[in-house]
């Protein structure tokens, strides 16, 4: 999951698993919510998104689950390969006001 | 269609210098926005603009300056740069719902 502080979470896994990466987003009232991949001295890429309507999105390899009770966003990558190594945080989207709030990241590494 | 670009990509300035970070997008979008990325913390929002004209404060705003004259362009100026300015730069932009960033610009103030 992602926290607030000095060293981002970690998460390892070999080649070919399945990665699991957590988000605790902080408001109820926020309407949606973006995956971004961040690789070491780039900006910010698009992973994925979903509406606070919906509970699960999926894309290439990837999928977001969604559960508004706990304000929990998680980010699946289906057999992870190298090139997925990176931070990855979540963005929630504030519908009052009108912008996004964005966690600190979990560091992705894969093991060839 | 490039998307966000900016410029620099690299900067080193000294205590007191003023300087422009340049930001523009291809995609038509209304509204953009400046972030700084700090170690540990998340991406934290400068100033933003919903249109050209139109800008206004985010949550970090002290210290900067920027103005919106066409769809295309919101540079972010720093008036008289500190060490506290030291950061990652990015600037976004978003059409209905979706954010996009630019590369960023990384600047040392010494």
Known sequence: GESVGLHLPTLSVQEGDNSIIN????NSASDYFIWYKQESGKGPQFIIDIRSNMDKR?????????????????LQIAATQPGDSA???????LYTGNQFYFGTGTSLTVIP | NAGVTQTPKFQ???TGQSMTLQCAQDMNHEYMSWYRQDPGMGLRLIHYSV??????????????????????DFPLRLLSAAPSQTSVYFCASRGQETQYFGPGTRLLVL
């Open chain 2, 51 to 72: 249109g050209a004209g139109i800008t206004d404060q985010g949550e970090v705003p002290n210290g900067y300056n920027v103005s919106r004259s066409t769809t295309e």
């Open chain 1, 23 to 26: 988000c605790a987003y902080s």
């Open chain 1, 87 to 93: 931070v990855y945080f979540c963005a929630e989207h």
């Open chain 2, 12 to 14: 080193v300035l000294k």
């Open chain 1, 58 to 74: 999926q894309g290439q390899r990837v999928t977001v689950l969604l559960n508004k009770t706990v304000k929990h966003l998680s």
